[in-house]
């Protein structure tokens, strides 16, 4: 059963540090997406890449960084130096970039407590 | 921005009545995408329509593109209580790699 997922489901954070959101997917898409999504509002594109040891900034790339070292996977890592980290981020994946639309995971909610 | 902007933000019918939801951008595209997304969840993906294309059916889904207008619209018909959901238009610019989206229509089917 092909599909892409995100782990894990909450994460709290402490304020200072620095946390990993995993995002893995065994549909041999060569792009994977990271988006931010806040209450009430639409997504924002944090960074993406289409292939493996590639990536780019998104619109709102700023105390965040990604990793590219297997077309399976594309970690987040949302460090201290993101001021207001609270948020649903949501990780996707796609074939022949957006021409076929995005498979999407079911999401991190991460909390700094 | 360059993302799309949904009209209206939120929209509450009665189960079997038919639910329309607009989308506006402001540049030139490839191709707009429609998603849904329960509380909570991921987004699923509905429905593709290219710049080429005026409109699309896909069951209960109806997409329409005017691009001289730079917007589409998504028709629910005979809706359900399960259509309850937030939705979202998605454009991919003309030369760029990946999707913007809108900021949704609060969809909210009455039983």
């Known amino acids: 059963d092909g599909g892409i997922t995100q782990s894990p489901k909450y994460l709290f954070r402490k304020e200072g540090q620095n946390v990993t959101l995993s995002c893995e997917q065994n549909l041999n898409h060569d792009a994977m997406y990271w988006y931010r999504q806040d209450p009430g509002q639409g997504l924002r594109l944090i960074y993406y890449?289409?292939?493996?040891?590639?990536?780019q900034k998104g619109d709102i790339a700023e105390g965040y960084s990604v990793s590219r070292e297997k077309k399976e996977s594309f970690p987040l890592t949302v460090t201290s130096a993101q001021k207001n980290p609270t948020a649903f981020y949501l990780c996707?994946?796609?074939?022949?970039?957006?021409?076929?639309?995005?498979?999407f995971g079911s999401g991190t909610r991460l909390t700094v407590v | 921005s360059q993302q799309g902007e949904e009209d209206p933000q939120a929209l509450s019918i009665q189960e079997g009545e038919n639910a329309t939801m607009n989308c506006s951008y402001k540049?030139?595209?490839?191709?707009l995408q429609w998603y849904r997304q329960n509380s909570g969840r991921g987004l699923v993906h509905l429905i593709l329509?290219?710049?080429?294309?005026r409109e699309k059916h896909s069951g209960r889904l109806r997409v329409t593109l005017d691009t001289s207008k730079k917007s589409s619209s998504l028709l629910i018909t005979a809706s359900r209580a399960a259509d309850t959901a937030s939705y979202f238009c998605a454009t991919e610019l003309t030369g760029a790699n990946n999707l913007f989206f809108g900021t949704g229509t609060r969809l909210t089917v009455i039983p």
């Open positions: 890449s289409q292939i493996v040891n590639d990536f």
């Open positions: 329509i290219r710049s080429n294309e």
């Open positions: 540049t030139s595209i490839n191709n």
């Open positions: 996707a994946s796609s074939n022949q970039g957006a021409r076929n639309g995005y498979t």
